[in-house]
C-alpha cells in the first residue's frame, strides 16, 4: 500500500454539512526530516509538526482571538497551553506510548504504508481541547470521483478505541498513488443529524 507524499502545493476542500459550506486549504512541506502540515480557512488555522510515519510533535490551533493553543508531545506526556475562549489556558494529559495524530488527512495516510491493518492513537478534538483515544481500520480500495474524475483510494474507518466503539464513526479515503487526503464522511451529532463530507476539489496546478 505504499503512497509517500502528495506533491507539494496547495489543496482546496470543501466541507458540507446541510447548507452550511466551509472551504479551506491544506498543504504539507518536508523539512529536516519533519512534515509540516497546515491547515488554514477564514480566521482559522492548524499546524502540525509531525515525523515522517504521521506521528504528531507539536501542534497550533489559531481561531482569531478566541484561541491560541499549543500542544507537543514530550514522552507520554501532552503539555497543552495558551489561549482559549480569551483565557489562559494551560495542562497536561498523561497518554501512553500509542501515536499521536493530529491532522487525520496526513498521519492516516501513513498508516496506509504500514504492514498493520489497524492502529489505535491519540488526538486532541480541537473543539473541545480533549484527548480521546481512536481506532483506525483499513477497510480495503474504492474507486471514487473526485474533481469530476475517478480516482483509486483507500478506505480507512474510524471509530473511538474501547466501549464508545460502537457509538460514532467516521470514513477516510486517500489517493492510492500518493497517499492523498480525498474525503471524508460522518455524522456530528445525534440521530438525525445530517451528514458531515469533506471532500478535495481542487489540486495545486
Known amino acids: 500500500m505504499a503512497g509517500g507524499l502528495p506533491a507539494a502545493g496547495l489543496y482546496t476542500y470543501i466541507e458540507r454539512t446541510g447548507d452550511r459550506k466551509i472551504e479551506f486549504y491544506w498543504k504539507a512541506v518536508v523539512k529536516n526530516d519533519q512534515v509540516l502540515v497546515h491547515v488554514f480557512e477564514k480566521g482559522k488555522s492548524f499546524f502540525n509538526i509531525c515525523k515522517s510515519d504521521g506521528a504528531t510533535l507539536k501542534w497550533k490551533i489559531k481561531n482569531r482571538k ?3 493553543i499549543n500542544a507537543e508531545r514530550k514522552g ?15 495542562k497536561t494529559v498523561t497518554i501512553d506510548s500509542r501515536p ?3 491532522p487525520l488527512s496526513f498521519s492516516l495516510g501513513n498508516f496506509l504504508d504500514s504492514s498493520q491493518t489497524k492502529i489505535t492513537f491519540w488526538t486532541i478534538r480541537a473543539d473541545t481541547i480533549e484527548t ?6 483499513k477497510m480495503g480500495g474504492e474507486t471514487i470521483t473526485v474533481c469530476n474524475r475517478p480516482m483509486d ?5 474510524v471509530r473511538p478505541a474501547g466501549i464508545l466503539s460502537p457509538f460514532w464513526h467516521g470514513s477516510y479515503w486517500f489517493r492510492k498513488e500518493d497517499n492523498l487526503f480525498l474525503r471524508y464522511r460522518s ?3 445525534l440521530p438525525g443529524t445530517e451528514e458531515t463530507v469533506v471532500e478535495l476539489i481542487k489540486e495545486p496546478d
Open 66 to 68: 478566541r484561541h491560541d
Open 76 to 90: 507520554d506526556n501532552l503539555y497543552i497551553s495558551g489561549i482559549r475562549n480569551g483565557k489562559p489556558y494551560e
Open 100 to 102: 499521536w495524530f493530529q
Open 132 to 137: 480521546i483515544a481512536l481506532q483506525a481500520v
Open 153 to 157: 483510494s483507500w478506505k480507512i474507518e
Open 187 to 189: 455524522v456530528h451529532g
